[in-house]
């Protein structure tokens, strides 16, 4: 069983920056797919950005290209995601997620496990 804790959300103004953090149990981090998603309220959970085992890809979804940057540091079992520039409708609850066959595709069905979630919210 793998844990995921996340971190560092809170309240900033529109345009500011956040990073959130995913810190994982156990020896295998390092084989997972990691990924972040986020959910608002009445509406679903969506892919925010996910990086493969290894750092061999990286994707992101459309509303944060070019704001959002994700990184893994798996000597410390953590991933992080970097929020810049950002606007009133990124606030939601983010989550953080873990595929354990090592892709962090954008298909909610391929993570394993999730954290509790951090709740970012962005002021205007």
């Known amino acids: 069983q793998v844990q995921l804790v996340e971190s560092g959300g809170g309240l900033v103004q529109a345009g500011g920056s956040l990073r959130v953090s995913c810190t994982a149990s156990g020896r295998s981090f390092s084989t997972y797919g990691m990924a972040w998603f986020r959910q608002a309220p009445g509406k679903e959970r969506v892919f925010v950005s996910g990086?493969?085992?290894?750092?061999?890809?990286?994707w992101y979804g459309d509303s944060v290209k070019g704001r959002f940057t994700i990184s893994r540091d798996d000597a410390k079992n953590t991933v992080y995601l970097q929020m810049n520039s950002l606007k009133p409708e990124d606030t939601a609850i983010y989550y953080c997620?873990?595929?354990?066959?090592?892709?962090?595709?954008?298909?909610?069905?391929?993570?394993?496990?999730w954290g509790q979630g951090t709740q970012v919210t962005v002021s205007s």
């Open positions: 997620a873990a595929d354990v066959d090592g892709l962090g595709h954008r298909a909610i069905v391929e993570y394993t496990y």
């Open positions: 990086i493969s085992a290894n750092d061999v890809n990286i």
